[in-house]
Nanobody, 126 residues
Framework: QVQLSESGGGQVQAGGSLRLSCTATGRVYSTYVISWFRQAPGKERSFVAAITWGQRRTTYSPSVKGRFTITAGNAKNTVDLEMNSLNNENTARYYC???????????????????WGRGTQVTVSS
């Protein structure tokens, strides 16, 4: 099982951009899916985006599609989330999650994942 570590969070003004990175330590097989979720204070954890490791298929939440881009790099075992046109609603703690068999789970459901990072905070100020 891989270990996940997020980085790149911080504070940004509305309309700005941030790039988050999730580093997976260990062997990431082609069947893996790695996803980003977020959780704002008082709210449930919600799906942001996912990418399958083998075919690089991407899935996005409708709320971020067109503004956020998820990418994966084999050499570094990283999954990046480029976030543009940020607004106050994007303020949350962002988590990286993984599952070893992405085809067997519902990507948007957090309880389906068995491997999580500790998260990185993103704060958008107006």
């Amino acid at each position: 099982q891989v270990q996940l570590s997020e980085s790149g969070g911080g504070q940004v003004q509305a309309g700005g951009s941030l790039r988050l990175s999730c580093t997976a330590t260990g062997r990431v097989y082609s069947t893996y899916v790695i996803s980003w979720f977020r959780q704002a204070p008082g709210k449930e954890r919600s799906f942001v985006a996912a990418i399958t490791w083998g075919q690089r298929r991407t899935t996005y939440s409708p709320s971020v599609k067109g503004r956020f881009t998820i990418t994966a790099g084999n050499a570094k075992n990283t999954v990046d989330l480029e976030m543009n046109s940020l607004n106050n609603e994007n303020t949350a703690r962002y988590y990286c999650a993984a599952h070893s068999d992405g085809d067997s789970i519902r990507l948007q459901v957090s309880s389906q994942y068995d491997n999580w990072g500790r998260g990185t905070q993103v704060t958008v100020s107006s």
